[in-house]
């Protein structure tokens, strides 16, 4: 089968804006009559969002990073079955918040892992199903980390009860190593992945990626 709809994933630090943007994005994309899936990882599936929990939580101190990666994988696999294909199938734009890339530049990259066991398992686990389109929001380390790290704590003060601090607790040279896995990936993967400077006002921001989508899906 091949799908018919459009697959696009969207990459970066913690903090970088991604959220916003896909909401953004979705908007306008429905707006222009264009179906469209909004999702994330890890999570986006019943199992998934367990998994998540696992992954996020600060308490899950000591998970190995072999661990980490393989429910990365597993959330990933469940997620692909159950939500992503079927959307492609249907001929839906799916807008994912996080997909492979994101395992190679946290576990590859941030835990050393290195990117051959992720591109392997991603072969082996994901029938190597690639997007249409990544965009890389980049951002300096400093600021993307100073933005998640207000975001949880807003979310400690009460606007949320959950508790998904366990990657924000990282030190910067993690956030070094992922920023620069991310970058490497975006020059290895250029037909594929868009970088885009996440400096500006959310606005600027979603012109760039709505250029870029509008592109790629002729709206
Ligand atoms: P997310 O909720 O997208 O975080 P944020 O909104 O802060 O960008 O993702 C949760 C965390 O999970 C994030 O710190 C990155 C991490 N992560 C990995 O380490 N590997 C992966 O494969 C994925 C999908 C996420």
Not at 4 to 33: P, V
Not at 109 to 120: A, D, I, N, Q
């Amino acid at each position: 089968m091949s799908p018919r709809g459009k697959f696009i994933t969207f990459e970066g630090l913690d903090g970088s804006g991604k959220s916003t943007q896909i909401e953004k994005l979705a908007r306008s994309l429905r707006a222009h009559g264009v179906s469209v899936t909004v999702t994330r990882e890890p999570g986006g599936t019943a199992a998934g969002e367990k998994i998540r929990e696992v992954l996020l939580h600060s308490a899950t101190s000591g998970l190995a990073p072999l661990a980490e990666m393989a429910l990365m994988f597993a959330s990933r696999a469940q997620h692909i079955h159950e939500v992503i294909l079927p959307a492609l199938a249907e001929g839906r734009v799916v807008l994912c918040d996080r997909f492979t890339d994101s395992t190679e530049a946290y576990q590859g990259g941030g835990r050393k892992l290195g990117s051959k066991p992720v591109l392997l398992l991603h072969e082996i686990l994901c029938g190597n199903l690639q997007p249409d389109l990544t965009i890389l929001l980049d951002n300096e380390v400093s600021f993307s980390v100073a933005r998640a790290r207000r975001r949880n704590r807003k979310h400690k003060s009460g606007r949320s009860d959950k508790d998904e601090n366990r990657f924000e607790q990282e030190n910067r040279a993690f956030f070094g190593r992922v920023r620069g896995a991310y970058l490497a990936i975006a020059a290895r993967e250029s037909h594929r992945v868009q970088v885009i400077n996440a400096r500006g006002t959310p606005g600027e921001t979603h012109a760039a990626i709505m250029e870029l989508v509008r592109k790629k899906l002729k709206v």
